[in-house]
């Protein structure tokens, strides 16, 4: 488990809801996927990513269908 503190207003993560300010636990993975999104900062080092808010843009892949 790695601690981390939530830097967002309000992080869900299926049945669980955190809070700004909030110091938890979690798995590993997790908290280094929420450290990089700038979601969380580890609160002995002070590692975050950098958040970048909004949408993301996406691509669709073609669509290509078989004509029978």
Do not use: C, F, H, N
């Not at 002070?46 to 996406?58: N, S, V």
């Amino acid at each position: 488990m790695r601690r981390i503190e939530i830097t967002e207003e309000l992080l869900r993560d299926g049945t669980q809801v955190y809070r700004q300010g909030d110091i938890v636990s979690v798995d590993p993975a997790k908290a280094q996927q929420w450290l990089d999104l700038g979601w969380a900062r580890d609160p002995e080092t002070g590692e975050t990513g950098e958040r970048k808010p909004g949408a993301a843009p996406i691509t669709p892949d073609s669509l290509q269908q078989a004509v029978e």
